[in-house]
């Protein structure tokens, strides 16, 4: 599977912005699909996760401020993130994970947030 992570850019500290990640095939089975961030000189941290069955998960820091969300219909996931920090600024990741044929994770090419203050 490859995934296409799009939406990134710079941005004032409290706006919202949001991030797509496409998939070249149907993630309806993908067990959970995911936002990771690693921001300069960090390690990359899971930001949100939303499983097959549509629960989601947040890291404790964006809870309340970002959304994950998905529409199978467009093999995309979404993350929509409000109130924007200067913390948040890194490059998020999109990932996927799939238990077809024994655990294989798949990530996407990075896309850069910048929240200035």
């Known amino acids: 599977v490859q995934l296409q992570a799009s939406g990134g850019g710079l941005v004032q500290a409290g706006e919202s912005l949001r991030l797509s990640c496409v998939a070249s095939?149907?993630?309806?089975?993908?067990?959970?699909m995911g936002w990771y961030r690693q921001a300069p000189g960090m390690q990359r941290e899971r930001v949100a996760s939303i499983s097959t069955g549509g629960n989601t998960n947040y890291a404790d820091s964006v809870k309340g401020r970002f959304t994950i969300s998905r529409d199978v219909a467009k093999n995309t996931v979404y993350l929509q993130m409000g109130s924007l920090k200067p913390e948040d600024t890194a490059v998020y990741y999109c990932?996927?994970?799939?238990?077809?044929?024994?655990?294989?994770?798949?990530w996407g090419q990075g896309t850069k947030v910048t929240v200035s203050s």
């Open positions: 990932n996927a994970v799939s238990l077809s044929i024994g655990r294989i994770t798949f």
């Open positions: 095939r149907s993630i309806a089975n993908m067990y959970t």
